[in-house]
Nanobody, 119 residues
Framework: QVQLVESGGGLVQPGGSLRLSCTATQTSFIFYRMGWYRQAPGKQRDLVAM????????YGESVKGRFTVSRDNVNKNMVYLRMDNRNPEETAGYYCYGDGVPEHTSACWGQGTQVSVPS
């Protein structure tokens, strides 16, 4: 069974930086789209950043200019999220996501990793 496994979550101070990683296991299927969503308690899950195999990216409005999503050059089923200048409102569970073509084909979610930014 395909799994997306996240790592890199934890506590980061306001204004600080953190990098998340996600890798797909137990599959030879190459995800076309890989990226990240986040969900704070009591709120909906929102897009943070998405990366396609063609190299295009898409970011949520609140993170543009501060977050960077990238794929590994060798292992295309690995995606990273570099987060700079964090603020307390961004405390949430961060979930890795992957799918194929067309959109949502073979969609897969990770279990999530918690990122906390104290106020």
């Amino acid at each position: 069974q395909v799994q997306l496994v996240e790592s890199g979550g934890g506590l980061v101070q306001p204004g600080g930086s953190l990098r998340l990683s996600c890798t797909a296991t137990q599959t030879s299927f190459i995800f076309y789209r890989m990226g990240w969503y986040r969900q704070a308690p009591g709120k909906q899950r929102d897009l943070v950043a998405m990366h396609t195999n063609g190299g295009s990216t898409n970011y949520g409005e609140s993170v543009k200019g501060r977050f960077t999503v990238s794929r590994d050059n060798v292992n295309k089923n690995m995606v990273y999220l570099r987060m700079d200048n964090r603020n307390p409102e961004e405390t949430a569970g961060y979930y890795c996501y992957g799918d194929g073509v067309p959109e949502h084909t073979s969609a897969c979610w990770g279990q999530g990793t918690q990122v906390s930014v104290p106020s």
